[in-house]
């Protein structure tokens, strides 16, 4: 997973799905992307590092 900010002030996070879709691997990618963005949200600095 790659996130970064935009021009506009946005972030954006980018990610990829390699091989055939599998619903419950896909389920489980998005598991982790959420846990990692709860993570980062979460973590005392991150509002000092998007400034």
């Known amino acids: 997973m790659k996130a970064y900010l935009t021009d ?5 996070i980018e990610t ?3 091989g ?7 389920s489980i ?3 982790n992307i959420d846990f990692d963005m709860n ?12 400034q």
């Open 20 to 26: 055939d879709y599998d619903r419950t691997n896909f």
């Open 8 to 12: 506009e002030g946005l972030m954006r």
């Open 29 to 31: 990618l998005l598991e």
């Open 39 to 50: 993570t980062f949200f979460e973590h005392d600095l991150t509002e000092a590092y998007l």
């Open 16 to 18: 990829f799905f390699e």
